[in-house]
């Protein structure tokens, strides 16, 4: 920028004059930390200023000058000040009852009530920071929780769009002609055409540990393997693996992780594809 | 004493540091209310209330904002304005002039007040008629440089220029005497 048409620009008198806007100000003074050209200037100016009020005008009366020290009596805090000129050269013993004993007396009196401040506040931000740092925490938490949500309601949506652009055909699986589970039930749903397969868990016993149920496609090719079914989430879709073609659904109790082929005296149900 | 010490004697209370402000910056305080209010007692009483205000509010004085000086000279030019903008002052219909300001100066009685005002016609004679103008107006008359300029239907940049001008003036003048 061209600091000196800045200078010249009549900103700065304005600026000493208090009649710029705030952000003009803090423009000024911005610029006057920047440029040591126009903190020079606007210095020379308020000099120049200072010295024109100074030439040009009569010292006020005395009376006034009574009128506002007795104004400002009681507020005085320091009534006795130390002496301007005492220079570290001459240090000595100060006498006791010197003029600088009141102004020591007030010094350390600030000294204890700031320090005594500086404590207080020093807990009270303590306390406020260990509060900010457990709400930081809680809401780290929640977000984990939101994150969490958003995943499953992502998860949720994009099968319900499944759902509604495809074409889904409902199997049943039943226990009834089996020994092991007569009221079980579980529902395949089928989309041929997309090869995707969910099921539905109505009713399935609890297995011991060691145990799992698989879901077997059984087509043209024999049983096959697709997917260990969660019997504790009931009524919740589960998908499982791909199936182009199939005749009929089946799920069978097998060893933990599930078997090549399936066990069929622990068949627990079948659904025949209409 | 260093404009920081005076700041904190005065944030301190102390009265050697209130006296000391009080016997430098008096005389020049007075000047910027007493050319905008004419009347001696009225200038004295808004002097008296700008000086306590001064006091009281050093504490929220902000040393980064600009100087000690300016800002107390801004708080006796706004008490000084307040003053001539209330009804109290312009029902007497007062107008000041750089010729009153000069001419109430000499013709006040004692030989202190006459030399205080040797400088002042010297200070001002070398301004042009359009930067006298000015500092009439915004010096004496208390106005703001956008109330000259809609005033006087002067353009804001032209009365930018000339204040900065007549100060510029006033600058080389206050250096040479």
Not at chain 1, 57 to 68: F, R, T, Y
Not at chain 1, 99 to 124: L, M, N, R, T
Not at chain 1, 136 to 154: G, H, I, R, T, W
Not at chain 1, 160 to 176: C, H, N, P, S, Y
Request: aromatic content about 8%; overall charge negative; proline content about 3%.
């Amino acid at each position: 920028m061209d600091i000196q048409s800045y200078i010249s620009s009549g900103k700065l008198e304005l600026f000493l004059l208090g009649e710029l806007t705030e952000r003009e100000r803090e423009e000024v003074l911005s610029l006057a930390m920047m440029h040591p050209e126009i903190q020079k200037e606007l210095d020379e100016l308020e000099e120049t200023m200072f010295s024109f009020d100074n030439m040009t005008g009569v010292a006020p009366s005395q009376e006034v000058k009574d009128k506002i020290f007795s104004t400002l009596e009681n507020e005085f805090i320091l009534k006795e000040a130390p002496k301007p000129t005492a220079a570290p050269a001459d240090t000595k013993v100060v006498p006791i009852g010197s003029p600088w004993k009141p102004f020591a007396i007030a010094a350390s009196i600030a000294a204890i009530v700031a320090s005594g401040a500086a404590f207080y506040y020093a807990d009270k931000y303590q306390k406020r920071n260990d509060q900010f740092t457990a709400l930081l925490q809680d809401q780290s938490v929640m977000a984990d929780n939101l994150n969490q949500v958003k995943q499953e309601f992502e998860e949720a949506d994009s099968r319900l769009d499944k759902f509604v652009a495809g074409d889904f055909k409902r199997i049943e699986m039943k226990g009834e002609g089996f020994d092991m589970q007569k009221d079980a039930r579980v529902d395949v749903l089928w989309d041929q055409n997309a090869q995707e397969v969910f099921i539905a868990v109505n009713n399935l016993n609890d297995l011991s540990d060691d145990l799992d149920y698989q879901l077997w496609a059984i087509g043209d090719d024999g049983p096959v393997g697709i997917g260990l079914v969660n019997s504790g989430e009931k009524l919740t879709l589960q998908q499982m693996q791909a199936v182009a073609q199939a005749g009929a659904f089946a799920i069978t109790i097998e060893p933990k992780g599930g078997s090549k082929s399936p066990t069929l005296e622990k068949l627990v149900v079948l659904g025949e594809v209409a | 004493m260093e404009e920081v010490q005076l700041i904190a004697g005065l944030r301190a209370k102390d009265r050697k540091t209130t006296e000391y402000l009080y016997d430098k910056y008096s005389r020049a305080l007075y000047a910027v209310i007493s050319r905008i209010v004419f009347d001696k007692d009225i200038a004295e009483e808004v002097f008296h209330d700008s000086f306590v205000k001064i006091t009281r509010k050093i504490e929220r004085y902000d040393e980064s904002k600009g100087r000690l000086y300016t800002w107390m000279a801004n708080i006796c030019r706004n008490s000084a304005i307040d003053k001539l903008r209330s009804k109290e002052i312009s029902q007497s219909g007062k107008t000041n002039t750089i010729d009153d300001f000069v001419y109430g100066m000499e013709s006040q009685s004692g030989t202190q007040e006459q030399i205080d005002g040797i400088g002042v016609k010297e200070l001002m004679i070398e301004l042009n008629d359009d930067q006298k103008f000015i500092v009439e107006y915004i010096y004496f008359k208390g106005y703001t440089h956008s109330e000259v300029s809609e005033e006087f239907d002067i353009p804001l940049g032209t009365v930018k220029s000339r204040v900065r001008a007549a100060i510029q003036v006033l600058k080389k003048n206050v250096a040479r005497i």
